[in-house]
């Protein structure tokens, strides 16, 4: 990527960025053990405990369906943050406003730490960042605003209805993108929803089976590098100016 790439954006389409690890215990019913030990480690940093729907699917029916396997149980929630809680799988959310990356992988790292500590994890599987943004530059939602291209026959498909999945592969790690248009979402404490272009980059990258937690802390940046350069890439150089980019001064 040839584009010289924001610190920051003054117009924040973010919506909510989330890092997940996905792992194999080594005592059942990990979502019952490992919220208490998190909440008593950070006590008073997620305050409020949110039993969910699926932690009432039963052990065996969650092991055998691939669905459910990595669906959280518990969260613990915290002002705009939250950590969630499966039998396999550890996540930690950032709604709006975003804290910044620099706040948001202390508070990862954090998290990693203590959940290493109680030893209850027998190995990694994969970790991912995932960030959702909603673009609300035009009106009606137009894929103008992405270095994209959809056509049908003759149909150019630009502010038609769409939904598109598709897998970037860079070396050992893998984007998952999904775009859907238009698109409309809901923000805590603001009184009406947002419409637009919504931008979905999970990018995951496996553990290999001679890596470990400090395998994961090492390639956390990096991973999040690839993110942000295939973000700001799918991005057309007028949307990123409409954005209103902050760059690091020279």
């Keep these: 990527m040839n584009k010289k790439i924001p610190i920051r954006l003054k117009k924040e389409p973010l919506i909510e960025a989330v890092w997940e690890i996905r792992f194999a215990g080594t005592k059942p019913s990990i979502a019952d053990l490992l919220p208490g030990l998190v909440f008593k480690a950070l006590p008073n940093r997620y305050p409020n405990v949110v039993r969910l729907p699926s932690a009432d699917i039963p052990g065996p029916i969650v092991e055998r369906d691939p669905m459910l396997k990595y669906v959280p ?19 930690l959310s950032c709604r709006r406003p975003y804290s910044g990356w620099k706040k948001f992988s202390e508070d990862i790292r954090t998290l990693m730490e203590i959940v290493q500590d109680t030893r209850l994890i027998d190995r990694l599987e994969r970790f991912s960042l995932k960030y959702i943004d909603l673009i609300e530059l035009d009106q009606p939602p137009s894929l103008n605003c992405l270095n994209l291209e959809l056509k049908m026959i ?11 999945r598709t897998e970037i592969k860079e070396g050992d790690l893998i984007h998952i993108i999904q775009i859907v248009s238009p698109a409309e ?14 931008l979905d980059i999970d990018s995951f990258r496996p553990v290999k089976e001679n890596e470990s937690w400090p395998d994961v802390d090492k390639h956390l940046n990096e991973v999040h590098l690839s993110s942000k350069e295939m973000f700001f890439g799918l991005l057309t150089s007028e949307t990123i100016e409409n954005l209103e980019p902050e760059y690091e001064k020279e």
């Design 185 to 198: 979402a809901s923000i805590p404490g603001e009184s009406t929803s947002i419409r637009g272009v919504l």
């Design 73 to 91: 149980k518990i969260r613990l929630e915290g002002e705009n943050q939250a950590v969630q809680i499966g039998e396999h799988v550890v996540s």
């Design 154 to 164: 003759e149909y150019k498909i630009d502010t038609r209805p769409v939904q598109l």
